[in-house]
């Protein structure tokens, strides 16, 4: 069993940046692939990055390339999402998620664990 937390969201306005964190639990972290992914308000939850166990796979999604990074530090079991240029389209709660593989997907329904979510809030 894998527990996730995450936290980091808040308010900021359009431009600006937030770093959002997961911190892990349970069995060997370093063996996850791990995903952020993301819903706004009627609308379905969409695929944000992901990062293999090694850090050699990496995706984004198209809506954020070049805006946000993922990255992990498997020594403190935490995952990390930094976001910049921040747009009102980025409001949503943010996911993270583990899945028991070393290959990373942008497929949510492949992923085995999920955070409870954190709300990011972009004013315009």
């Known amino acids: 069993q894998v527990q996730l937390v995450e936290s980091g969201g808040g308010l900021v306005q359009a431009g600006g940046s937030l770093r959002l964190s997961c911190a892990a639990s349970?069995?060997?972290?370093?063996?996850?692939?791990m995903g952020w992914f993301r819903q706004a308000p009627g609308k379905e939850r969409e695929f944000v990055a992901a990062r293999s166990w090694t850090g050699g796979s990496t995706y984004y999604a198209d809506s954020v390339q070049g805006r946000f990074t993922i990255s992990r530090d498997n020594a403190k079991n935490t995952v990390y999402l930094q976001m910049s240029s921040l747009e009102p389209e980025d409001t949503a709660v943010y996911y993270c998620?583990?899945?028991?593989?070393?290959?990373?997907?942008?497929?949510?329904?492949?992923?085995?664990?999920w955070g409870q979510g954190t709300q990011v809030t972009v004013s315009s």
């Open positions: 998620a583990a899945r028991l593989s070393i290959f990373v997907t942008t497929t949510a329904r492949e992923y085995d664990y």
């Open positions: 349970g069995r060997t972290f370093s063996s996850y692939a």
